[in-house]
């Protein structure tokens, strides 16, 4: 029975361009998860989209004197040229500014407010009198009251990762003007979530296979206790709320954004014509994944879940396979002082594949793990030209020289082939179980291990030499040496899917490698082959104090 799988991926910021940390974090793991269960024939529903409120987008709107739909549009639009180019494949990649997602936050705001789940009451928003305006909570800095980090925003403290009111602070500024707010008392709507506490503790406690931080994580956040958050604002840029008297006021951003997995599954189903296909994903059996950030996590394990347990009918997440942080040469990515390498910049000058390699290889899984561009050229030039490309590039050139570029007639085996053969198969169950568990890093180490195992072989066996000897064993020793590789570029496939396709076809299988599925894939004696070229190119070294001089200085985006 194929498994409905859903693949929830974190919402951007439509702010600015991607880059490397977003990659990392979320979209790749993302989606090799959802090419790995595809091959296997599941039912996989993979979205995500531009979050265009948000204060975020009213900030940069400010800065560059455009309307906060202007600065949207403008990066939603980079975000879809830039997964096309990487190859994240999404099933639809929409944004929170449609008609479709204010319906469904609505609807899901009606039924916890008729079921009492969100009430009205009001509350201390704080105002700045020098700039004259409400502040959104993100324009607010204050001492966190948890860690005492002091420079904890309105929303949430960068140090310990707790969501906060503004109110929670202490010794509260403007970011602005860095003047002292008062508060002032307006009415707003609250989401009852410490009505969520017991249930959450007990749905936490049994997530055993979840990673450990996100489960550590969210049981020190709801052994704090939960209490009720105020879910609209005083602000004109978002969904509006579905209340009288609320007209001047609208949701705030963390309680809609949440809901657009689900909007834009219905926005899939509608789409494709069968307006309740989305239920396959969100009701009876199914397995809701979230790949988000490490600072996304009490989103997607408290909010999210609280409001879906309100809501009812609906599945929770199954996982929340959140990554910590990704470095860049040694020190904390930051956007602001330029210290980042750019999405639309790599994909300018590289190939997809070499980046899709290092980020999944170092990914960071359990802990923060670093970019630099020395080890970005070393894993491009030692492990992906010199271990992979060049290994399938001799088979593949030897075999169209001196066997009429069709795959050798292997005859009975010998034990040693015989041994890499069966150490391939073997080597595909342990990356079918590594994927499954979300285990991305230990994955592509085990499938390139079998790249070494190959190199091995051959120079053990060594065709070329043998070949005026003894043809029929040249030719069980290339034979060998293809059908491995042909369970290499199955297995790196959900990681390097256009060099997996490629190699598909020089190894003589016509059409898209995703109807091959996630088999052990042999080709036939006498299969022809085409004229391969290099999988991968070797690159300079000069490009690191190339790359190195973008970092840090201005041009910031
Ligand atoms: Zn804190
Ligand atoms: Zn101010």
Known sequence: MPENILVAVAWPYANGPLHLGHIAGAYLPADIFARYHRLKGNNVLMVSGSDEHGTPITLKAEQEGISPAEVADKYHREFLQCWGKLGISFDLFTNTDTKNHAAVAHDIFLKLLEKGYIYKDSMPQAYCPNCKRFLPDRYIEGTCPFCAYTGARGDQCDQCGRTLNPSDLSNVHCRICSGVPRFETTEHFFLKLSAFEEQLKSWVASKDYWRQNVQNFTLAFL??????????????????????????????????????????????????????????????????????????????????????????????????????????????????????????????????????????????????????????????????????????????????????????????????????????????????????????????????????????????????????????????????????????????????????????????????????????????????????????VKLESKIIDEEMAHLGGGGAA
């Open 223 to 536: 052994e704090g206790g939960l209490k009720d958050r105020a879910i609209t604002r005083d602000i004109e840029w978002g969904v509006s709320v579905p209340q009288p008297g609320f007209e001047n006021k609208r949701i705030y951003v963390w309680f809609e954004a949440v809901i657009g997995y689900l909007s834009a599954s219905k926005e899939w189903a509608a789409s494709s014509g069968k307006a309740d296909a989305w239920k396959a994903w969100w009701t009876g059996q199914n397995k809701a994944y979230y790949f988000i950030g490490k600072d996304n996590i009490p989103f997607h394990t408290i909010i999210w879940p609280a409001m879906l347990l309100g809501y009812g009918g609906l599945s929770l997440p199954y996982d929340v396979p959140a990554n910590e942080f990704l470095t860049i040469e040694g020190k904390k990515l930051s956007t602001s002082r330029n210290w980042a390498v750019w999405l639309p910049d790599y994909l300018e000058r590289y190939d997809p594949d070499p980046l899709r390699y290092y980020l999944s290889i170092n990914m960071p899984e359990t802990g923060d793990t670093d970019f630099s561009w020395y080890e970005f050229l070393r894993k491009n030039n030692d492990e992906l030209v010199a271990t992979y490309g060049n290994l399938v590039h001799r088979v593949l050139t030897f075999t169209n020289r001196n066997f009429e570029a069709a795959v050798p007639d292997p005859g009975e085996l010998d034990e040693m082939s015989k041994g890499l053969l069966d150490k391939a198969k073997a080597r595909m169950g342990e990356v079918d179980k590594l994927l499954y568990g979300c285990h991305f890093k230990e994955s592509i180490k085990t499938a390139m291990s079998l790249a070494q195992d190959v190199n091995r072989y051959l120079d053990d066996t060594a065709p070329w030499k043998m070949l005026k000897q003894d043809r029929r064993q040249a030719g069980r020793a290339v034979y060998t040496a293809i059908a491995a590789i042909s369970v290499l570029k199955t297995m790196l496939y959900p990681f390097l899917p256009f060099t997996s396709q490629k190699l598909h076809n020089y190894l003589g299988f016509e059409g898209d490698i995703r109807d091959a599925g996630w088999t052990v894939q042999f080709p036939g004696a006498g299969q022809k082959l085409p004229q391969p070229e290099a999988l991968f």
